[in-house]
């Protein structure tokens, strides 16, 4: 059993920057991919980005793309979203969730159940 755990959320002003922890416990990971969601109210959750456990490759929504990046801690199981250049529109709840493979995790075929998420607001 996957029980991914987020935390680093906060409300920062638009330009401002946040790091986004997710400590995946349960089981080895091998080469699976671990991904981060966000869900704005009203709306469908959606793949924010993802990065896969052993080689490192990564994965980002068109949105994100030259202001998230990622950073790991196999040890402790963690991995790290930093958040540079947010926006009103990256306002939402954050998940982490963990799949075989990108394409599993797109689609939300997660190996994980959903936790309550980390809250995000970003002020204009």
């Known amino acids: 059993q996957v029980q991914p755990v987020e935390s680093g959320g906060g409300l920062v002003q638009a330009g401002g920057s946040l790091r986004l922890s997710c400590v995946a416990s349960?089981?080895?990971?091998?080469?699976?991919?671990l991904g981060w969601f966000r869900q704005a109210p009203g709306k469908e959750r959606e793949f924010v980005a993802a990065?896969?456990?052993?080689?490192?490759?990564?994965w980002f929504g068109d949105s994100v793309k030259g202001r998230f990046t990622f950073s790991r801690d196999n040890a402790k199981n963690t991995v790290y979203l930093q958040m540079n250049n947010l926006k009103p529109e990256d306002t939402g709840v954050y998940y982490c969730?963990?799949?075989?493979?990108?394409?599993?995790?797109?689609?939300?075929?997660?190996?994980?159940?959903w936790g309550q998420g980390t809250q995000v607001t970003v002020s204009s």
């Open positions: 969730n963990v799949a075989p493979n990108i394409n599993l995790l797109r689609r939300g075929d997660v190996m994980g159940s």
């Open positions: 349960g089981r080895a990971f091998g080469n699976s991919v």
């Open positions: 990065i896969t456990w052993s080689a490192g490759s990564t």
